[in-house]
């Protein structure tokens, strides 16, 4: 890439251009120190059932503390990860830290962890994921491993290759972000998916808004006539929650239920097992 960059023919960039790519450059040279560091950690998210609002799991969401920068948003350095391969590396801390988290929990509640379509590509996911499991000795139905439309757009037979060998070890795989991607409902026609999330871009526009009504009533049929738990994703107000309690819509997430915090924070919600409090 350095080549490219030095090579005459590739010059076309704006300057300002020049300092946003080198900018990017340097992100990703720290971001290869911040996970040995301990920079990366994960917030946690609560998901709960739409009907009793009672919670039902936490999505595992990561989070760079930068020194130098604070907080750094995912959408800013999941890409720049993704980009130079680091995501492998990151992808495999978050699961191993969400996993060994929540085995610590008294109540069994489910984790979520996303996975990068690279960390498809590289490696062997299956295998890490079995690792994981028999490390830290949690339930394989309590892992849930949330996924776009991007892992399948690749290389489609190996991707269902290897979510299939996931599977068989017991783990639920989810179809986020549903109904932005191109080719959404041929992917739920050819795997069979545990549960499905609404795009928070579907929520976010409801407020009266006949289309995004219309859609997100049709994807929660679609769960319904599949027999897939529908998750909502990005649900900020009461009306949103009683337009989706009204629609049967099986889970929701999002602020009104709570932000992505540390797991401290739900102390009272997870509980913790007798074994983890004296180590603790
Ligand atoms: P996602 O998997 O769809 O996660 C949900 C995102 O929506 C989170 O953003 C969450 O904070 C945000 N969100 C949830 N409820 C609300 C709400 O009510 N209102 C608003 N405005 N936002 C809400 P976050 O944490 O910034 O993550 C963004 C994306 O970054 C994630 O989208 C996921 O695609 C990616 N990401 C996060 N953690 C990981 C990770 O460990 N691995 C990989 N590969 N990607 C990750
Ligand atoms: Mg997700
Ligand atoms: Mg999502
Ligand atoms: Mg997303």
Redesign the pocket.
């Known amino acids: 890439r350095a080549k490219q960059d030095g090579r005459g023919a590739y010059r076309f960039f704006e300057p300002e251009m020049d300092l946003r790519l080198r900018e990017r450059r340097a992100m990703q040279a720290e971001m290869r120190d911040a996970l040995p560091r301990g920079e990366f950690c994960l917030h946690y998210?609560p998901q709960a059932e739409t009907a009793t609002g009672v919670v039902s799991g936490f999505?595992?969401?990561?989070r760079w503390e930068s020194p130098k920068r604070g907080s750094v948003?995912?959408?800013e350095f999941?890409p720049l990860a993704e980009e130079n391969g680091l995501?492998v590396e990151l992808?495999e801390f978050?699961l191993r830290t969400a996993c060994a988290e929540a085995v610590t929990w008294a109540n069994p509640l489910t984790v979520a962890?996303?996975?990068?379509p690279v960390q498809f590509e590289h490696g062997d996911l299956p295998a890490l994921v079995r690792q994981v499991l028999a490390e830290t000795g949690l339930d394989p139905k309590r892992l849930e491993l949330?996924i776009t439309e991007g892992v399948l757009i690749h290389d489609f037979a190996r991707a269902l290759k290897v979510l299939e060998e996931i599977k068989a070890l017991g783990v639920c795989i989810a179809m986020?972000?549903f109904g932005t991607g191109y080719s959404s409902l041929a992917y739920l026609q050819a795997f069979p998916f545990d549960r499905i999330k609404i795009d928070?871009s579907f929520v976010a526009s409801l407020d009266g808004n006949r289309q995004s009504e219309a859609i997100i009533r049709a994807i929660v049929g679609l769960g319904r006539g599949l027999n897939v738990p529908i998750t909502a994703?990005?649900?900020?107000t009461e009306e949103q929650h009683a337009f989706l309690a009204a629609l049967d819509c099986t889970d929701i997430?999002?602020?009104l239920i709570g932000k992505?915090e540390p797991i401290g924070n739900f102390r009272a919600l997870v509980g913790l097992k007798k074994a983890a409090q004296k180590v603790a």
Do not use: K
Not at 59 to 62: H, T, V
Not at 233 to 236: H, I
């Open positions: 998210q999505e595992a969401l990561l948003q995912p959408s999941v995501i992808g978050v962890v996303n996975l990068s949330e986020d972000d928070r994703e990005g649900v900020e997430q999002g602020f992505p």
